[in-house]
């Protein structure tokens, strides 16, 4: 069964704020488990529901959607170190020549971005998913053909926060 939410009551300025354990539970056997790892908990929810390897995504990416600036990182690079303090022939390894998106993308972020944010693919993936959450809304501001739609605050598909914040009389 699922534990109960962590509440923490304390007025110290080092109080713990986030519950920094994961549950991970079976729904179909009613088991669950804690872990203390979200790289480890991400690592096996790729596995199990088979996301391919971040090199395959990658090549993916770049070669069949034609995003050239995407770049597929050498195995060679990503058998240097680890990430997370997990190595990259963590057991759920994709492939000898893949490893798992999440250490893909978390290599790609050290090599690119000094590990600060994310790299190129990893961008394009949550922009993908945000730009699909904004078109399925309802009410959407993406009419039924994709083109947006014109906003009643400037007459025009384009709105800064400057004008936002002028609408709203700030």
Do not use: W
């Not at 056997?29 to 088979?50: E, I, P």
């Not at 993916?60 to 058998?79: F, I, Q, W």
């Amino acid at each position: 069964m699922p534990k109960e939410p962590v509440t923490v009551e304390c007025d110290e300025p080092e109080c713990p704020l986030v519950d920094t354990e994961i549950e991970v539970c079976n729904f179909e056997t009613g088991v669950c488990s804690v872990t203390a790892s979200l790289a480890q908990l991400d690592l096996t929810r790729g596995q199990t529901h088979s996301l391919p390897g971040g090199r395959q995504l990658a090549a993916y990416v770049r070669d069949v959607l034609n995003v050239t600036d995407v770049d597929v990182l050498s195995m060679e690079y990503m058998e240097s170190g680890n990430v997370f303090g997990l190595p990259v022939n963590y057991t759920t390894e994709v492939s000898s020549e893949d490893v798992p998106l999440l250490l893909y993308l978390a290599h790609e972020s050290l090599l690119e971005q000094d590990g600060q944010v994310l790299g190129k693919l990893g961008s394009r993936i949550i922009a993908e998913v945000l730009y699909g959450l904004v078109e399925d809304a309802e009410p959407s501001i993406f009419d039924e053909n994709g083109t947006m739609v014109v906003s009643p605050i400037t007459g025009t598909p384009e709105v800064s926060m400057l004008d936002i914040l002028s609408y709203v009389g700030f």
